[in-house]
């Protein structure tokens, strides 16, 4: 079913718009929460609840790409978990890698300091990874979007994991320049 079908269903509050949705986009999720949390029932858990967080946002929203859509949805909801599940211990895998590579990246602060950066930082990384070339902004979407390891980056790029490792670092740099240039750092 196309992507539109299913908007208008969601905006029309018709129940059949999750199962068509979850048929369409169940594993596509599942991959993303999979690769954060590492764990067969909390990642589906993560696909139920965004699941349920596109029907409490669709409407007022009206997704552009769907599929993007429920990809954040799914891996906030993934982050989310991960945060609650390590609140007293650093664990490892590889989103909690990835997020420690971005810390360097990223303003701390309180609570509620983050809360009102947050929305400004997203347009602002989102603005970035625009403005990179095609493939630093493919890379740097698989590591700190998808949490796929440097390994999988490499293999899916034909590149060698030090060239991987090499671009997200200065990926990372020239990001923590356009943060500090955008003064958000």
Known sequence: MEDE?????FFNRDSSALRETEQKYNRYMYSVTH??????EDAEECVND???SAWNSIPP???VVLRSFLARLARNHAINRRKASTADKRGGGEAA???EELEECIPGGSE????VMAEALDQAIRSFVRELPAREGNLFTRRYFFAESVKEIAERYDLKQNNVSVILNRTRKKLREYL???RLL
Do not use: D
């Open 5 to 9: 079908k299913i908007i208008e269903m």
């Open 180 to 182: 500090t240039k955008n």
């Open 112 to 115: 509620t300091e983050a809360e």
């Open 97 to 99: 890698l990835a997020i």
């Open 50 to 52: 965004a699941l349920l």
């Open 35 to 40: 690769r954060i949390l590492g764990n067969h």
């Open 61 to 63: 929203q009206r997704p």
